[in-house]
């Protein structure tokens, strides 16, 4: 079992920048991969970016430029921080961890006004 905790989202203006904090917890050792994920109103949800293990990373085409990625193993926590925020990013952020199953936090909104 993986327990996740999120926190760092907010209300921010275009052009803002925001860091979201994933804190993994419980059997972290079984852990290959993390990611953040996000899901507006009436969308699906969709990846944002990952990290694996390894330390490779991959983003969605609308982040790449303005996202960063990034992971603390001592702290067992990943990071996203979020640069030139736009009004379209406004969602909820959920962070995965991928062992032989997935396990998902509870979520923390982002909102970008314009």
């Known amino acids: 079992q993986v327990q996740l905790v999120e926190s760092g989202g907010g209300l921010v203006q275009a052009g803002g920048s925001l860091r979201l904090s994933c804190a993994a917890s419980?059997?972290?050792?079984?852990?290959?991969?993390m990611g953040w994920y996000r899901q507006a109103p009436g969308k699906q949800r969709e990846l944002v970016a990952a990290?694996?293990?390894?330390?490779?990373?991959n983003y969605a085409d609308s982040v790449k430029g303005r996202f960063t990625i990034s992971r603390d193993n001592a702290k067992n926590t990943v990071y996203l921080q979020m640069n030139s925020l736009k009004p379209e990013d406004t969602a909820v952020y959920y962070c995965?961890?991928?062992?032989?199953?997935?396990?998902w936090g509870q979520g923390t909104q982002v909102t970008v006004s314009s």
């Open positions: 990290i694996t293990s390894g330390g490779s990373t």
């Open positions: 419980g059997s972290i050792f079984s852990i290959n991969a």
């Open positions: 995965k961890a991928t062992t032989h199953l997935d396990y």
